[in-house]
């Protein structure tokens, strides 16, 4: 658990370094009045990639989410009520309409699935144990953006893995229903079935 704090912080920190020349430009006081979408976009480019498609694993793609959940869950960064390393003071700098209007902006984008590393074997078993337990709201093997879920398949495992380490510890609160699916997985998998339907995940790459 330890490592794995530390490997996060790692990878936000070189993040947030090969970021600060992008973001500086577009921070400039002039754009943010009245700003449209892609233009506050470009703050986010340099983490989340053009078009909110990420290259790199310690930043979620972006592209493709559901307005409603781009929305949701950037109003949980800026409260903290969902945790973030980065996320929490850079979403405290903007207005519900500008929000708003970049939540519509990426979800006219398409998320592209990243290339990455995986397991074929523990792929096949995660694609059940999707099925099993997780479908139901992630729909189309965590493809779908509808019931403002969010995207799983092909995000970036990191990401992935982080996020649902957040939800375990209750540091970012899932919705009942989801709680005890999660639960139900960890007691009948353990951490086994975590890693396979990690490995599902990053296994779709078309
Ligand atoms: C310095 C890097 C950086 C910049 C710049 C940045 N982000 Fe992020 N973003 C992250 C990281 C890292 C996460 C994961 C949460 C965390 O640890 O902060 C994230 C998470 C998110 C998520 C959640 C995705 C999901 O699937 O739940 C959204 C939405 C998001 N960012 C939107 C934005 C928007 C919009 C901007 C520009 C206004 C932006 N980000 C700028 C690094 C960045
Ligand atoms: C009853 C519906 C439901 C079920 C079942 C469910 N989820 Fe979710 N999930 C949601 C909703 C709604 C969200 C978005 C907001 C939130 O509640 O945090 C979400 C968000 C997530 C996120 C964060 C996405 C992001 O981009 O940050 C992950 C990861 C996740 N779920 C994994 C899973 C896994 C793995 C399973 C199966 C073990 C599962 N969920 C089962 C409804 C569900």
């Given at each position: ?33 009245g700003a ?164 599902f995940y ?5």
């Amino acid at each position: 658990m330890a490592h794995n704090t530390l490997t996060r912080a790692v990878l936000v920190a070189g993040l947030a370094v090969g970021a600060a020349f992008s973001a500086t430009a577009a921070d400039t006081p002039k754009l943010m009045m009245g700003a449209d979408a892609a233009m506050l976009g470009n703050t986010c480019a340099g983490c989340h990639g053009t078009d909110g498609a990420s290259m790199g694993p310690a930043a979620p793609t972006i592209a493709g989410l559901s307005p409603d959940y781009f929305v949701e869950v950037m109003q949980g960064f800026a409260s903290g009520e969902i945790p973030s390393t980065i996320m929490g003071r850079i979403a405290k700098g903007y207005t519900e309409d500008e929000i708003g209007s970049m939540a519509k902006y990426y979800a006219g984008k398409p998320f592209v699935k990243a290339k990455q590393s995986f397991d074929p074997a523990l792929a096949d078993t995660g694609a059940k144990l999707h099925d099993r337990y997780c479908e139901k709201c992630h729909a189309d093997g965590g493809q779908s953006a509808e019931d403002d879920a969010g995207v799983l398949a092909g995000q970036w495992t990191p990401y992935v893995t982080w996020t649902l380490a957040d939800y375990q510890a209750g540091d970012r609160e899932a919705t009942k229903k989801m709680k005890k699916k999660v639960e139900e997985l960890m007691e009948r998998e353990g951490s086994d079935g975590m890693t396979a339907l990690l490995n599902f995940y990053a296994s779709q790459q078309k």
